[in-house]
């Protein structure tokens, strides 16, 4: 399976702050008008608009609804995606754009297509200890997962812990509450695809997030 290991070195790409800043301001909207629609404090946007902290996953998604963008856009950091019309893309090695959140690394697939009902996604899940999980997600769709390499933990509400392997994969109903847990003492690589519940332009993340902000809320 070592054809199957991303490198470590995958290429990164200037950090998220600017790209928020500037879709606020393509928006014309204030940080207090961010900060209502998202529920980040003004001082926690200004915070991640000036590279201080590094969003974690829940808040890169509040981000992405707030401004009423799917991750993926929010992931991509230039202005060279396809029209809406686009029927195909393709991504290469070098132009993977590259995200980190405390728990994950997120390395986005054929982002220059936009409005996709897939969402492709290498994801490095950062090892944790299992005993800290603080808290699981539901939200409309499907999720599949491949253990490219390392180990994880998939926790749900219906059923005990299941761990996956290199090679091994998962498929569930994103409405089932769940979270990932790399564990070995390791990270761990993984293949994730999200489907989304339709195909309609406006559903792409839209679910998600909104799931995401729910569990936040209970915190």
Not at 9 to 22: D, E, H, I, Q
Not at 64 to 83: F, H, R, W
Request: a negative charge.
């Amino acid at each position: 399976m070592d054809d199957l290991r991303i490198d470590s070195a995958l290429p990164s790409v200037p950090t998220l702050g600017p790209k928020v800043r500037a879709l606020r301001k393509d928006q014309r909207k204030t940080l207090s008008e961010v900060s209502s629609a998202t529920g980040l404090s003004i001082s926690a946007l200004s915070k991640i608009e000036n590279d201080q902290v590094s969003p974690t996953f829940a808040n890169l998604m509040r981000l992405a609804e707030g401004l009423g963008i799917s991750l993926s856009d929010l992931v991509m950091l230039d202005d060279q995606q396809q029209s809406v019309s686009a029927r195909m893309t393709v991504s290469r090695k070098a132009d993977t754009k590259f995200r980190s959140t405390p728990k994950y690394d997120m390395y986005a697939l054929c982002a220059d297509l936009r409005h996709k009902r897939m969402t492709p996604l290498i994801e490095r899940v950062k090892a944790d200890d299992p005993s800290k999980i603080d808290g699981m997600i539901a939200h409309t769709g499907e999720e599949f997962f491949f253990v490219l390499n390392g180990a994880i933990e998939i926790h749900t509400e219906h059923y005990n812990p299941v761990r996956l392997e290199e090679g091994d994969s998962a498929y569930l109903d994103s409405s089932m509450a769940h979270t990932l847990v790399a564990v070995g003492g390791g990270d761990a690589d993984i293949l994730m695809v999200w489907l989304g519940p339709n195909a309609s332009p406006d559903e792409d993340g839209a679910s998600l997030a909104e799931a995401i902000l729910r569990q936040d809320a209970k915190k």
